[in-house]
């Protein structure tokens, strides 16, 4: 084995694995620049990450090739970022590949210009020529030194071209005047992005757009459209039953590679699976379908059993797909005979009929294997028992397997993403262990990442990288979330906090927030700032500020925060119709502006009582734009309000229930 490189000290488990490759691989940083200068050579940059399956394919096929490395060490500086640790670099590299190749993604393979602009890319490179319709690595490495010696005037005309174009196109939004239509278009869109036969958007490979399905419900509750709650039912549905979703563990992987979302790419992101918790359980509270209870309780159950550190009160970031290199998703799949092995006659039997399992999988790498999706429904009543039997065995099977690796870094952007969709499912499925985790959580987010003068840091307990948006915003959106949840004023102070912070830092004179703040930056392409308005694939930063910006008006009822809504989306409503099931979180940030919020308040005393009962059913009530208050006071009652239109006092939860439903 290689003795360690510069990566060996880094904290990031993705870096950390590549500290034994033959590559002089430095973290990102001045004093890799500052080498490219005065070598003057051209800087490979790799970006990945820990649960990226392609990355580890390019890392053992090339990265761990000393043929390859010692071309890589003679002719260039190399670079390796983790693009979870750093989104702000990725998602700018990430714009320089797109305009080159027509295509990004993971890994991200780019040559820079010593000063860190980009002249050459791509993605997965193969390490021979042909391969996947693709020039082999060593030949492009050599082809790319060749250029940078002896096409100077060539590399720099192609870096400055790419510059601009990165430049221009980190800026998504556009101004616009916010109307209604702005809602009814966007999801007109979605509608035609709709896949009739087998649900959600497009085509193969297929993505969770949970933003969306919660955008369609909206628009079906407020005007019966059949069409848009068909499309949401339809998409969460196909993937409650399709290999996506894990059977046994609970939980959603990250994307179907077919468009009948039967074989996925098996890693689990805490990102999708908060969303998506979100999306099943509002789709729950609105259509009452038990499935959606059940996909949402297997999401729960997959986050505290694997992502949840409950004693330091934090969530891991992901699980990955593979235990080893080559594997391709061994540990969450099943040949007919791994199966029979561990059930009864009658259990394989009704597990095979379910879940099609069968002599022929549907795994390219393994053809035996196969990936367990819900085929058809137990024959009888009495196979239901038999099948519940024969998920368990399976599981506990499962368990004794070498699992792939969990990342156990707490970012503070997915931690809170997930502390927010636990408060959901605490109060949905009547969960309190969910809510006091979730709240220790958010705690520690205030305590540990939180700083008056430079805002949210990304990763808990780690003072650096910080300035990013996002990691801001989705704080600010979860502690509105405790603050409903609890009736603590502390936490709606604290969002207040976070967005007072925001305008300072982060906000564009021209409207709308800059993703890194003013303080941030720094080489090559971090000195321009991003204004991202599209969902790509977590909620846009923009989006969920808006979301922000209408709950705190809607909380408060101070006109300075409408005020400040407005202006965000004047500033982005241009984007709106262009961005269609791209910018789902910013249509549901405009539904909030253009349709009447829905204010439950309720007050009484604390603990059980009357006033708790209805606290939970106004938290338990499905309505697209809708805001809980609780008060302390001497006798319970609880009030609804529509837009300007309030209810009279009710003093009990069925008669809140009543009046809820009318």
């Given at each position: 084995?290689?003795?360690p490189?510069?990566l060996?000290?880094?904290?990031s488990?993705?870096?950390?694995?590549?500290a034994?490759?033959?590559?002089?691989?430095?973290?990102?940083?001045?004093?890799?620049?500052?080498?490219?200068?005065?070598a003057?050579?051209?800087?490979?940059?790799?970006?990945g990450?820990?649960?990226?399956?392609?990355?580890h394919?390019?890392?053992?096929e090339?990265?761990?090739?000393?043929?390859?490395?010692?071309?890589?060490?003679?002719?260039?500086?190399?670079?390796?970022?983790?693009?979870?640790e750093?989104?702000d670099?990725?998602?700018?590299?990430?714009?320089?590949?797109?305009?080159?190749s027509?295509q990004g993604?993971?890994?991200?393979?780019?040559f820079?210009t010593?000063?860190g602009?980009?002249f050459?890319?791509?993605?997965y490179?193969?390490?021979?020529?042909?391969a996947?319709?693709?020039?082999?690595?060593?030949?492009?490495?050599?082809?790319?030194?060749?250029?940078f010696?002896?096409?100077?005037?060539?590399?720099?005309?192609?870096?400055?071209?790419?510059?601009?174009?990165?430049?221009?196109?980190?800026?998504?939004?556009?101004p616009g005047?916010v109307t209604?239509?702005?809602?009814?278009?966007?999801?007109?869109?979605m509608?035609?992005?709709f896949?009739?036969?087998?649900?959600g958007f497009?085509?193969a490979?297929?993505?969770?757009?949970p933003?969306?399905?919660?955008?369609?419900?909206?628009?079906?509750h407020?005007e019966?459209?059949?069409?848009?709650r068909?499309?949401v039912?339809?998409?969460?549905?196909?993937?409650a039953r399709g290999?996506?979703?894990?059977?046994?563990?609970g939980?959603?992987?990250r994307?179907?590679?077919?468009?009948?979302?039967?074989?996925?790419?098996f890693e689990?992101?805490?990102?999708d699976n908060s969303?998506l918790?979100?999306?099943y359980?509002?789709?729950?509270?609105a259509t009452?379908?038990?499935?959606?209870?059940?996909?949402?309780?297997?999401?729960?159950d997959?986050?505290?059993?694997?992502?949840?550190?409950?004693?330091?009160?934090?969530?891991?970031?992901s699980?990955?797909?593979?235990?080893?290199?080559?594997?391709?998703?061994?540990?969450w799949?099943w040949?007919?005979?791994?199966?029979?092995?561990e059930?009864?006659?009658?259990?394989?039997?009704?597990?095979?009929?379910?879940?099609?399992?069968?002599?022929?999988?549907?795994?390219?790498?393994?053809?035996?294997?196969?990936v367990?999706?819900?085929?058809?429904?137990?024959a009888?009543?009495?196979?239901?028992?038999?099948?519940?039997?024969?998920?368990?065995?399976?599981?506990a099977?499962r368990?004794r397997?070498?699992a792939?690796?969990?990342?156990?870094?707490?970012?503070?952007?997915?931690n809170?993403?997930?502390?927010?969709?636990?408060?959901?499912?605490g109060?949905?499925?009547?969960?309190p262990?969910?809510n006091?985790?979730?709240l220790k959580?958010?705690?520690?987010?205030w305590d540990?990442?939180?700083?008056?003068?430079?805002?949210?840091?990304?990763?808990?307990?780690?003072s650096?990288?910080?300035?990013?948006?996002?990691?801001?915003?989705?704080?600010?959106?979860?502690?509105?979330?405790?603050?409903?949840?609890t009736?603590?004023?502390?936490?709606?102070?604290?969002a207040?906090?976070?967005?007072?912070y925001?305008?300072k830092a982060?906000?564009?004179?021209a409207?709308?927030?800059?993703?890194?703040a003013?303080?941030?930056?720094g080489?090559?392409?971090?000195?321009?700032?991003?204004?991202?308005v599209?969902?790509?694939?977590?909620?846009?930063a923009?989006?969920v500020?808006?979301?922000?910006?209408?709950r705190?008006?809607?909380?408060?009822?101070?006109?300075?925060?409408?005020?400040r809504?407005?202006?965000?989306?004047?500033?982005?409503?241009?984007?709106?119709?262009?961005?269609?099931?791209?910018?789902?979180?910013?249509?549901?940030?405009?539904?909030?502006?253009?349709?009447p919020?829905?204010r439950?308040e309720v007050?009484?005393p604390?603990?059980?009582?009357?006033?708790?009962?209805?606290?939970?059913?106004?938290?338990?009530?499905?309505?697209p734009?809708?805001?809980?208050v609780?008060t302390?006071?001497?006798?319970?009652?609880?009030?609804v309000?529509?837009?300007?239109?309030?209810s009279l006092?009710?003093?009990a939860a069925?008669?809140?229930a009543?009046?809820?439903?009318?």
């Open positions: 084995m290689a003795s490189n510069a060996a000290a880094e904290p488990a993705y870096l950390q694995s590549a034994h490759q033959p590559v002089h691989w430095f973290p990102w940083g001045d004093a890799a620049f500052a080498r490219a200068r005065a003057h050579k051209p800087i490979l940059l790799d970006i990450a820990v649960w990226c399956h392609w990355c394919v390019m890392d053992g090339s990265y761990e090739d000393p043929a390859i490395a010692e071309v890589l060490n003679r002719d260039f500086v190399c670079i390796k970022v983790d693009r979870d750093r989104p670099v990725d998602a700018r590299y990430q714009r320089a590949v797109q305009a080159l027509g993604g993971w890994p991200l393979t780019a820079l010593p000063d602009e980009v050459f890319g791509g993605t490179f193969p390490p021979d020529n042909n996947y319709g693709r020039p082999g690595f060593r030949r492009v490495l050599l082809e790319i030194a060749r250029a010696r002896e096409e100077p005037d060539r590399v720099t005309t192609n870096a400055r071209a790419i510059r601009e174009h990165v430049v221009q196109s980190l800026n998504e939004a556009k005047v209604a239509e702005l809602v009814t278009n966007g999801a007109d869109q509608a035609r992005l896949d009739v036969r087998y649900g497009g085509s490979p297929k993505f969770p757009h933003a969306a399905s919660e955008f369609l419900l909206a628009r079906w407020d019966g459209l059949d069409w848009a068909d499309i039912t339809k998409t969460l549905t196909a993937m290999g996506v979703r894990d059977h046994l563990g939980g959603f992987h994307y179907a590679v077919d468009e009948r979302w039967i074989v996925p790419h689990k992101m805490s990102y969303e918790l979100h999306a359980l509002a789709s729950y509270q009452a379908l038990p499935l959606y209870r059940e996909v949402a309780a297997g999401i729960v997959w986050v505290l059993e694997v992502l949840a550190d409950r004693a330091t009160g934090a969530f891991a970031t699980q990955d797909a593979d235990v080893k290199f080559g594997d391709d998703g061994d540990y799949t040949t007919l005979e791994e199966a029979r092995a059930l009864t006659a009658d259990e394989g039997a009704v597990a095979s009929s379910v879940f099609d399992i069968q002599e022929a999988g549907e795994m390219h790498h393994n053809p035996k294997k196969n367990l999706w819900w085929k058809q429904d137990p009888s009543d009495d196979e239901w028992s038999v099948l519940r039997s024969a998920i368990a065995k399976l599981k099977a368990d397997r070498t792939p690796f969990v990342d156990r870094t707490a970012y503070v952007n997915w809170a993403m997930m502390a927010s969709a636990l408060l959901h499912a109060a949905v499925l009547d969960r262990e969910c006091a985790l979730a959580v958010l705690t520690n987010i540990k990442a939180w700083d008056g003068g430079s805002g949210m840091s990304h990763v808990l307990g780690r650096e990288p910080r300035g990013m948006l996002d990691d801001n915003v989705q704080a600010a959106a979860a502690f509105l979330d405790a603050y409903e949840s009736g603590e004023r502390a936490w709606l102070e604290r207040r906090s976070i967005m007072e925001c305008a982060h906000e564009d004179a409207g709308g927030y800059w993703d890194i003013q303080t941030s930056g080489a090559a392409y971090l000195s321009a700032r991003a204004k991202a599209q969902d790509a694939p977590t909620p846009s923009n989006g500020a808006a979301l922000v910006l209408a705190l008006w809607a909380l408060t009822d101070d006109g300075a925060w409408r005020g809504l407005d202006r965000q989306l004047a500033a982005l409503a241009g984007s709106a119709s262009e961005l269609s099931l791209y910018g789902a979180t910013l249509l549901r940030a405009i539904d909030w502006a253009v349709h919020v829905t439950i007050a009484g604390a603990g059980a009582g009357p006033a708790c009962a209805m606290h939970l059913l106004a938290l338990q009530a499905y309505r734009r809708k805001v809980v609780r302390i006071a001497e006798r319970p009652a609880a009030t309000c529509v837009g300007t239109s309030c006092p009710v003093a069925d008669e809140l009543r009046l809820l439903d009318a």
